[in-house]
């Protein structure tokens, strides 16, 4: 058994997006780092999202974006952790986004057209691919989950399912400064200060 820390990489496919970032679609200002060559820990896929997403321009940019019936296939082994979502309406669905680069760490989102730390924004392009959606249950049986709410390709490794709880998930007061900014400049008003 591998000590953290020394799990080695596995390599890459031949022409892999994550291999290619051109292939993801680089633009100018992005800034791309050498990754370390092992990993700091090991994770378990739990199944397949399914979606009707084959290529990435398909998808979109968020899970509000959709209304599409989407599938959680669970593996058998992980399937009694379905028992008591029976009337659930919402959950977090923790996933990887397995064809995205992980070497960068300032983007040039397209329809911003500005360089943002990757820690500023929620593309799938980051040193860990984790994606996460809040999404809407309209199906559970004892294979898995039919939801709406995904933003992801078909076929994308789900990494754990949580329940969605308004008393603690929902944050109405949050911000995202530079989006503030932005929003503010539209409207035609100076960005506010902060502290």
């Avoid at 680089?26 to 199944?47: K, M, N, Q, Y």
Wanted: aromatic residues 6%; glycine residues 10%.
């Amino acid at each position: 058994m591998s000590e953290p820390g020394n799990i080695p990489r596995p390599p890459l496919a031949r022409g892999s997006r994550a291999e290619d970032p051109e292939s993801f679609g680089a633009r100018p200002g992005e800034v791309a780092i050498t990754l370390p060559e092992t990993f700091d820990a090991g994770l378990h896929f739990i199944g397949r999202l399914r979606t009707p997403w084959i290529e990435r321009r398909q998808c979109p940019k968020n899970g509000r974006e959709s209304d599409a019936v989407c599938r959680v296939e669970l593996d058998r082994l992980y399937r009694p952790g379905l028992a008591d979502l029976a009337g659930t309406t919402h959950l977090w669905l923790l996933y990887w986004m397995d064809r995205a680069p992980r070497n960068l760490v300032v983007q040039t989102p397209r329809i911003h057209g500005t360089g943002r730390g990757t820690f500023a924004l929620r593309s799938p392009a980051r040193p860990n691919p984790i994606a996460l959606s809040a999404v809407r249950v309209v199906g559970l049986d004892a294979d898995g989950l039919s939801v709406v709410g995904l933003d992801c390709l078909d076929g994308t490794p789900l990494l754990d399912i949580k329940p969605y709880f308004t008393s603690t998930d929902s944050l109405p007061e949050a911000v995202v400064g530079w989006r503030q900014e932005q929003e503010e400049r539209r409207k035609g008003a100076a960005p506010s200060e902060r502290t």
